[in-house]
Structure formats: structure tokens, C-alpha cells
């Protein structure tokens, strides 16, 4: 096998844990109410199914195919937005992401779901980074605050790589 990149960050333990403490809240949120979550492919992948796991088995699920990262480094622009739909009028919305950095992705797929309707849009992340955004935007639902730190693992990946680890890893600068 060969040895995981980076520094160990987040154990999968604590990333099981987690998930089921936030999969707990939101569905006391939205006890009673029909939900859609919107999965932003590829990086939110095992962390909305394993959220989906806790859920009420009659929640909708969408998957918007996005991407803003190359390499390490966003590109300040959103690929594949344009093809995302949704019957999402007078639904409540989660968008689910595996990282809040600048808030440029979260932003624009926010807006584009109240654009195709929904009535409400609120925002559950794996991991939000501690830096300033770009864009604000906030979360309702964050596993874990970490460092702003590239981290992969748990569908977080580096060029399509490492995303099949089952714990978070840092990796060091210039990577």
C-alpha cells in the first residue's frame, strides 16, 4: 500500500462522529418539512452519503457537477454551473460542499438555486477554512473550522488524487 501524503488532521472516527452529530441537527430542522439537498460533485461525495445515512429516507437528493480548483489554487471561476438543474420551486434547499475557502462556489451555486426556485437555501459544509472570503457567505451546519491548509481525504482531493482516503491529511505548501 502506498504511504498517504501529508500530516494526519482529522481522523475518520472523528469524522464519523461528527457526521452523525450534524445529520442529527438538521434533521430536527427540517422535521416534518420535505428536504432537497444539492451534493456539489466531486469533494462533498462521502460526506453527503454518509449524511444521508442519518437522514430521513425521503429526502430528495440532487448532484451539481462543479469545480473552481486546479491544483491547490481556485480559478476564481465556476465550471459547470450552467448544467446544474433542479424542480426546486418552494423547496428548501441544503447545499452540501466538502469545503468553505473563498465562498465563490457556495455563492454562486446559492444564487443559482434560488434562481430555479427554492424557497429556502441554507449550507452544510464538512470543513470551513479560517480565512477571510472572498464571497460571504456562511454556513448553518460546519463539521470542522481548520487552518487555512490544503487538506485532502474523504473526497477532498489534489488533482483527483487521494480523494478515497478515510481520514483528512494536510499537505505541505508548495505540493
Known amino acids: 500500500m502506498i504511504r498517504p501524503p501529508g500530516q494526519p488532521y482529522l481522523s475518520a472516527p472523528q469524522i464519523r462522529r ?13 422535521r416534518n418539512r420535505p428536504l432537497t439537498i444539492v451534493a456539489l460533485l466531486k469533494g462533498s461525495v462521502f460526506f453527503v ?5 442519518h437522514l430521513d429516507p425521503d429526502t430528495e437528493v440532487e448532484f451539481w457537477n462543479i469545480s ?10 465556476i465550471r459547470g454551473l450552467h448544467h446544474c438543474r433542479g424542480n426546486f420551486v418552494g423547496r428548501d434547499i441544503l447545499l452540501i460542499d466538502d469545503i468553505l475557502d473563498s465562498g465563490l462556489t457556495l455563492d454562486r451555486t446559492r444564487a443559482h438555486a434560488k434562481k430555479l426556485g427554492a424557497r429556502t437555501v441554507q449550507i452544510c459544509v464538512l470543513l470551513s477554512k479560517k480565512r477571510k472570503r472572498v464571497h460571504a457567505v456562511k454556513a448553518r451546519w460546519v463539521g470542522f473550522s481548520i487552518k487555512d491548509e490544503f487538506v485532502v481525504g474523504y473526497g477532498l482531493d489534489l488533482d483527483q488524487r487521494y480523494r478515497a482516503l478515510p481520514s483528512i491529511r494536510t499537505l505541505p505548501k508548495g505540493v
Open 18 to 30: 461528527r457526521v452523525r452529530t450534524l445529520a442529527a441537527s438538521i434533521h430536527k430542522t427540517y
Open 68 to 77: 473552481s480548483y486546479q491544483g491547490t489554487r481556485s480559478t476564481g471561476k
Open 49 to 53: 452519503v454518509d449524511l444521508l445515512r
